[in-house]
């Protein structure tokens, strides 16, 4: 096939369009999501659980500035067999995402802000648009392409480096996030790409962490530090050098 000449008015009345529209329904979705985000609760003693196990890796990477006493004080406190606060018993985490109603309740709300919008604009853009090529891309491309970038124009000659407005629609969706980063920060919700992938891994990082598995190497770690007193010998030094210098 000879190579084709794309209409100016395609650029006006279909390609720009489209760019528009996409880039607006992302803006749109970005200031839903903001109204329909939850505020994650947190569980009190999680929280505490979590600034323990803090306060015990300090104390593991700074023990060296403390006297042997104070650390060995401070290790019973974590570590002793009876009363230690990495020696108590919790709970096994038992959580079901599919039982939590705040985590239904977020993952609904996920599918009508991402899964919704796009099937509704892509199945309006696709009856809009239908039949056109908006586009091309600077490089030459094998014929696997033309599936994903001729989507709704079977035309078995066409250069696979020609895109149709389906196609089009859905390398916005997927090609703005740069675009949403500049005008609307990092964290957005416009981004679809990612919106997608936090709600597919949006059960696994809903559940808590087991303190049971992070207190027992908490508690090895803590317990098998060879303690060494930086400052024990630091007045002699001193003295040593308020000498030299005299």
């Not at 196990?53 to 593991?60: A, C, N």
């Not at 392409?145 to 035309?155: A, N, T």
Request: aromatic share 10%.
């Amino acid at each position: 096939m000879s190579d084709l000449v794309v209409d100016s008015q395609i650029r006006g009345w279909v390609f720009l369009p489209i760019v528009v529209i996409t880039f607006l329904v992302g803006i749109l979705r970005h200031y839903i999501s903001i109204l329909l985000a939850s505020q994650k609760k947190i569980e009190p003693q999680q929280l505490q659980d979590s600034q323990m196990i803090l306060r015990s890796r300090l104390l593991r990477e700074n023990s060296r500035y403390l006297p042997r006493s104070s650390f060995l004080m401070r290790r019973h406190f974590f570590n002793n067999e009876e009363s230690g606060y990495l020696t108590q018993k919790r709970p096994p985490v038992t959580q079901n995402v599919m039982t939590d109603p705040t985590m239904m309740t977020d993952m609904l709300k996920g599918n009508v802000t991402n899964v919704l919008p796009m099937i509704i604009i892509g199945g309006w853009i696709n009856w809009m648009f239908s039949g056109f090529i908006t586009t091309r891309v600077p490089f030459p491309l094998t014929l696997r392409f033309k599936p994903m970038l001729q989507r709704g124009i079977e035309l078995m000659h066409l250069d696979a480096s020609w895109v149709s407005s389906a196609s089009w629609y859905f390398l916005n969706v997927f090609g703005l996030r740069s675009i949403y980063a500049l005008v609307l920060g990092e964290n957005n919700g416009a981004d679809q790409a990612r919106q997608m992938q936090d709600q597919m891994s949006g059960a696994a990082m809903a559940m808590p962490p087991d303190p049971k598995v992070a207190f027992k190497a908490e508690w090895e770690a803590l317990e098998i530090i060879d303690h060494q007193w930086s400052l024990n010998d630091l007045e002699s030094h001193i003295l040593s050098s308020l000498s030299n210098c005299s």
